[in-house]
């Protein structure tokens, strides 16, 4: 079974986070065929708001985020016994160096971002549907998908379950700025869409053992299916 995570920035604030996260992905790489796609965390909204107070535009202020969503990129890998040595660039690099290595299986591709326009969740939902991945697994800083911000509205309420179609529908209302804190992106919400892949949102906050027992079935977040 493919499996392509997206790991929330907040992953990236200590070191002990990000170890145990590490230490949940080489497990899985035994039984899974896993990719992690890293984001950019607080550091790359703290360069985005430096760039953008010194005049830049969006798309630069996105490089500014895709730099530093590659360096959380070889923070994982620096923790991860079973990775490739360097973060994948492309979506087509991963595909080569997973068909081709016939020894080594089991290995973890680690990336970051790709291109400006949208986040690292849809970084990870293009790498799914290049890959024919089995399932998308985003975790992030909510419990899941809500009709409004949670952290700005108290009265939000939460989907335990979305059609892709009711994914775009919440998720193009939404503001597509360099840095904005979406749960998911629109252009992520429409590839969602596009390939069927079975996708789920889940609470980074907590455990990252909760990342196996998503992988198993078994979640309080969002699912996000046909
Ligand atoms: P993130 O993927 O970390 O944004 O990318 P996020 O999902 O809002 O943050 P977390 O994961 O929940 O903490 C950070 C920023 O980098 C740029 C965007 O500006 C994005 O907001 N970015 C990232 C791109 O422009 N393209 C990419 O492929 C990835």
Known sequence: ?????????IFFADAEKLKNAAVVFDELAH?????????GGVKAREYIELARELG???????????????????LLIAALERAYPEPFLDYKDVAVAKASDREGGGRIAVMGGVSPGYTTDAVAAILAEY??????????????????????????????KLSP??????????????????????V???????SGI????????????????????????????K
Not at 31 to 39: A, I, K
Not at 56 to 74: F, H, P, Q, S, W
Not at 167 to 186: C, F, N, Q, W
């Open 188 to 194: 992520a919400a429409k590839i969602i869409e596009r």
């Open 131 to 160: 890959l024919n991945a089995d399932l998308i697994l985003i975790v992030t800083s909510v419990d899941g998908v809500y009709d409004a911000d949670p952290h700005k509205d108290a009265s939000a309420k939460k989907y335990n």
């Open 165 to 186: 179609k009711e994914l775009v529908a919440v998720t193009m209302k939404e503001e597509l700025k360099a840095g904005s804190r979406i749960v998911i992106d629109p």
């Open 198 to 225: 079975k996708t789920i949102v889940i609470d980074g906050r907590s455990d990252p053992r909760a990342i196996i027992d998503a992988i198993h079935g078994t979640h309080h977040g969002t699912e996000i299916a």
């Open 56 to 74: 830049a535009n969006e798309a630069l202020c996105d490089y500014m985020g895709i730099a530093l969503t590659r360096i959380n990129a070889k």
């Open 31 to 39: 039984s899974y065929d896993l990719c992690v796609v890293t984001g």
């Open 1 to 9: 079974m493919k499996v392509v995570i997206s790991l929330g920035g």
